[in-house]
């Protein structure tokens, strides 16, 4: 298996450092037009974490898109230390470009500690390895697809994706969605890692929900979407080159808003994060 996708996460992880609390990150090659939501939100967890002591791992964060970013240039990440106690640390980080503010970050950090313990089950669904990868359903779908969806969908890549009841992508579904995901190749033991990697990656399919529902998606050229904020929180440390489960609704979508939220369990049934997300769903009129 090639795993040089993988790597050029890693990479893409991998901040420059700047001088004092500040670093730099760029966009991949292949970015296109529209900097990625969840390149933005990892690369200035990466910054924050890089600020805090190694035993004090995120448990949260929470987030504003506040520009729409351009891929073809850096991003300058500030980071303030806005305390550091004897349990919890918290951070703030500003992702610049050209001098003006495009994302907002704030994040927490706790040293692990005993304490009553719950989780939300997992729902059932098929095994992963019983459902169609993504390059399959491509062809499947073919007719009803918008051209984006399926060149997006076709790309080669480092995460290997299997959507749940498939036919949600093209009829109109109120229960959200399910998905299964995982990096393809082995990635670092570095529980970090691993954290930006899945705040990367939680930024993916999320939006989609509130779209679902109405039997659309975020490649109709009919609707303008954009994420406007995103929240999560970390209950345990993931592994994100194992399958994890994406659960995916969307309880309300109003004034060209929609909410969403996700659970991702790992293949065990164990609770490892939550989101939160919302985000602009506008119809154009001048198409």
């Keep these: 298996m090639d795993d040089a996708p993988a790597r050029e996460i890693v990479t893409l992880l991998d901040l420059e450092t700047l001088g004092e609390d500040r670093f730099r990150g760029h966009s991949p090659a292949s970015a296109g037009r529209h900097l990625y939501g969840g390149q933005v939100v990892a690369q200035s967890l990466v910054a924050a974490t890089r600020t805090v ?140 890692i691993h954290t930006a990697v899945l705040a990367y990656l939680s930024d993916m399919t999320l939006l989609n929900t509130a779209l679902v529902v109405h039997g659309r998606n975020i490649f109709d050229p009919k609707i303008q979407v954009a994420s406007l904020d995103h929240a999560l929180w970390f209950h345990e440390p993931p592994r994100v080159d194992d399958w994890l489960l994406y659960v995916q609704e969307s309880p309300a979508a109003s004034h060209a808003r929609g909410l969403t939220f996700g659970r991702i369990y790992a293949r065990d049934g164990r609770l490892l994060a939550s989101a939160a997300q919302e985000g602009l769903i506008r119809l154009r009129t001048n198409i």
């Design 53 to 192: 002591e190694p035993d004090r791992p995120v448990h949260s964060l929470h987030a504003y898109f506040i520009l729409a970013g351009d891929p073809q240039i850096p991003i300058d990440f500030f980071v303030e230390r806005i305390r550091d106690g004897k349990s919890f640390a918290t951070r703030r980080c500003v992702a610049t470009q050209r001098g003006r503010p495009i994302f907002s970050l704030a994040a927490s950090y706790q040293r692990r500690e005993e304490g009553f313990s719950h989780a939300l089950a997992m729902p059932q669904t098929p095994a992963p390895e019983c459902l169609e990868p993504i390059h399959d359903l491509v062809d499947r779908f073919r007719a009803f697809l918008p051209q984006p969806a399926a060149n997006w969908m076709a790309r080669a890549c480092a995460l290997d994706m299997r959507i749940v009841a498939p036919e949600t992508l093209v009829a109109p579904n109120a229960a959200g969605q399910k998905i299964w995901f995982r990096v393809q190749s082995p990635l670092p033991d570095d529980e970090a």
